[in-house]
C-alpha cells in the first residue's frame, strides 16, 4: 500500500539558509499535517490542509510558510534558518469527513540539521 | 487547549510480559477518540491502535489493547506478550471530533519503554 512520502529523508543547512521540504500525501487522501518534533519532544502541530485550503495553524514561525498544490504535494519553506529549527520534520496526511475515526498516516520524517 | 498526560517518563518490562503505559488526557468535550503511536529510535510514527470516545468496548489489535475508562478520561495502552521489538517511545493523542475539515493531533509527552531480554 501507498505510504506518505517525504523529501528529501536528511537535510543540513547552514543559519539564514533556506529549505523547502516536500511531502506526498496517499492517494486520494484530502488533509496534510505538518508537525515539528524537537530532540526528545513530542511532535508539535505546525500547519494543516483541508482540500489544499490552510486549515489551521498552530506553532508555527512566520519565517515559515507551507502550501498545497493541485496534485495534493505539501511544501514546507522554511527561511532565515535558525539553530532551534533542527528538528523531524513529519507530514501526516488523512481522509477526512464525517467518520468518527480518520487516521493520520504519517511520513518517514525528514531530519534537517541547521549548523 | 488540551492537556495530555503521560506520567511514566520510562518503563522497564520484561520480555514475554505485559506492561500497561499510562495515558490521560483533558479535553473539552468527551467526544475525543484517542490514538496510540509508536516511534521506534529510526524516528517513523506507527500507528498501533484507535478508542472511539462511544466504543462501548475497548479497542484491540493484536498484542496491544486499550483499557478505555471515559468518565476518568483515560485510555491505558497495554501490551501483551513484551518482544524486543516492542522498545520505543510511545504517545498517545486524543482526537478531535469534528468531521469535514482538518483534526491535527496534539501529543502526550511520550513514555519510553524498554523491553529488557
Known amino acids: 500500500a501507498a505510504g506518505v512520502i517525504q523529501s528529501p529523508r536528511h537535510l543540513i543547512k547552514e543559519k539564514r539558509e533556506t529549505a523547502t521540504l516536500k511531502c506526498y500525501p496517499i492517494?486520494?487522501?484530502?488533509?496534510v499535517y505538518w508537525y515539528q518534533q524537537g530532540p526528545g519532544q513530542d511532535p508539535q502541530f505546525l500547519i494543516s490542509f483541508y482540500e489544499k485550503m490552510q486549515s489551521d495553524k498552530g506553532s508555527i514561525p512566520d519565517r515559515f510558510s507551507a502550501q498545497q498544490f493541485s496534485d495534493y504535494h505539501s511544501e514546507l519553506n522554511m527561511s532565515s534558518l535558525e539553530l532551534g529549527d533542527s528538528a523531524l520534520y513529519f507530514c501526516a496526511s488523512s481522509l477526512s469527513g464525517d467518520s468518527s475515526y480518520n487516521e493520520q498516516f504519517f511520513g518517514p520524517g525528514t531530519r534537517l540539521t541547521v549548523l | 487547549a488540551q492537556k495530555i498526560t503521560q506520567t511514566q517518563p520510562g518503563m522497564f518490562v520484561q520480555e514475554k510480559e505485559a506492561v500497561t503505559l499510562d495515558c490521560t488526557y483533558d479535553t473539552s468535550d468527551q467526544s475525543y477518540g484517542l490514538f496510540w503511536y509508536k516511534q521506534p529510535s529510526s524516528g517513523e510514527m506507527i500507528f498501533l491502535i484507535y478508542?472511539?470516545?462511544?466504543?462501548?468496548q475497548n479497542a484491540t489489535e493484536g498484542r496491544y489493547s486499550l483499557n478505555f475508562q471515559k468518565a476518568r478520561k483515560s485510555a491505558n495502552l497495554v501490551i501483551s506478550a513484551s518482544q524486543l521489538g516492542d522498545s520505543a517511545m510511545y504517545f498517545c493523542?486524543?482526537?478531535?471530533?469534528?468531521?469535514?475539515?482538518?483534526?491535527?493531533?496534539?501529543f502526550g509527552s511520550g513514555t519510553q519503554l524498554t523491553v529488557l531480554p
Open positions: 492517494p486520494r487522501h484530502d488533509t
Open positions: 493523542a486524543p482526537f478531535p471530533p469534528s468531521s469535514g475539515s482538518a483534526r491535527q493531533l496534539t
Open positions: 478508542q472511539g470516545s462511544y466504543d462501548e
